[in-house]
Every structure is written in C-alpha cells, then in structure tokens.
C-alpha cells in the first residue's frame, strides 16, 4: 500500500518509518521538500504526495494542521486521511475544548475518510507495541466504516492485534481520545516517561 506521511518530524519519520518496516510504500509530504532530509523515503510536496498514494496521515504539526489541510481538500476527496493529533496550544492545552481535531477534520474535508487513531500512544509505542511489557489498547474513531477497516489493517501490520483495537463509533469520539491528552501529560510528568499505555481488562 502507499502511503502519504504529511509531515517530516519525529512523529511523521517515525510513522513513515514503521510503515516501511511492515513492507509499505512510503512518501513523505512537506511543505519545502527542498529542506526535508534524514528521512527514510523520499518528500515531495503535499498535492504530489496525496496524488500517488492510498492512504494520507497527517503527522503535522497538530494545533496547525486544520489550517494545512483545508485548501488540500480536492486532493483528500476519497482519500482514507488518518489523524494523530492532539491539538493543544504553547500552554498545553486543548486548542478544541468542546470538540476535537478529528471533527474539524471531516468537516472541513467532507470528501475525505477521516479515522482518529494512534493519539494517545507515544510515537514509537505506536510502530511496536510490543516495547511494553503487555498488550494494550489503540483507538479508532471514524464515519466511515470500510475506512476504518483500511486503518485498522495498518495497525495489525504494526503490531496491534485485532483484539487490541477499540472501535469507538463515529468521528465524534474523537474527542474522547484526544481530551485524554490532558491525563497523558499528568502521566508523563508523574511516571516521567511517555513509556506507557492503556489497556482495557473486563
């Protein structure tokens, strides 16, 4: 599958990088691929790295990325567009305090197949689950049902088991996992490591 990795950060090299791991095709998306380096595929801009691939993730810089990706809207129109972010200010906190960055997402781009997932796991937790010492949970939360199937996939190729993935329901849940932003950075600061995750027993 080729997958469009929108941002060259850690979050976006790390991402790209464990797609690669698991036998994908990766691109990196950048707004000057000019200056894009170190990366472990190669970037192109934004409309030529949607244009070629299945599956957009955005791992932009999240309390901007509405603003990114609104004028790509043409390019996103049926395009599976995964959001990982928690949008929050230079203060930390929550930049939609009474909704979420996955429902602005589908608004803004409503020919677009958003799935909110991977927000409430570090980043490397995310390409290899198995850095903990046992099996946790990952989120999805999206309108789209065959979409999600598509995300859910790219899970299992990174390591989460089937039964490890939660479906939450539609894209407004969204706002569940990305408010618990605010108890993984109270975790952070107590246990001081982003080394950990949840897991659902009942």
């Known amino acids: 599958m080729r997958i469009a990795v929108l941002g060259t950060g850690h979050m976006g090299s790390t991402l790209g990088a464990g797609f690669i791991g698991a036998g994908h095709d990766v691109v990196f998306g950048s707004r000057d691929s000019s200056r894009a380096s170190g990366l472990p595929a190669p970037a192109l801009g934004h409309v030529e790295a949607i244009a070629g691939s299945d599956v957009v993730v955005s ?6 990325s509405l603003a990114t990706l609104t004028p790509l809207r043409e390019s996103l129109a049926d395009r599976v567009l995964i959001d990982i972010g928690n ?3 230079e203060h930390m906190d929550l930049v939609y305090t009474d909704s979420s960055l996955g429902e602005r997402l589908q608004l803004a781009l409503p020919d677009a197949r958003v799935v909110k997932t991977l927000s409430t796991v570090g980043g490397p937790i995310g ?6 010492s046992a099996p946790t949970n990952v989120f999805l939360s999206g309108d789209d049902a065959a979409a999600k199937g598509v995300v859910g996939s790219l899970l299992t190729d ?4 089937v039964d490890r993935q ?3 329901g539609g894209i407004t849940t969204a706002r569940a996992v990305e408010h618990y932003f ?3 950075a109270a975790l952070i600061g107590a246990l001081r490591t982003p080394t950990f995750n949840i897991a659902i027993t009942h």
């Open 166 to 168: 939660v479906d939450l």
């Open 59 to 64: 791992a932009l810089a999240a309390a901007h």
């Open 182 to 184: 605010l108890l993984f």
């Open 127 to 132: 390409v290899n689950p198995t850095l903990l």
């Open 87 to 89: 949008a929050v200010d």
């Open 158 to 161: 990174l390591g989460w088991a």
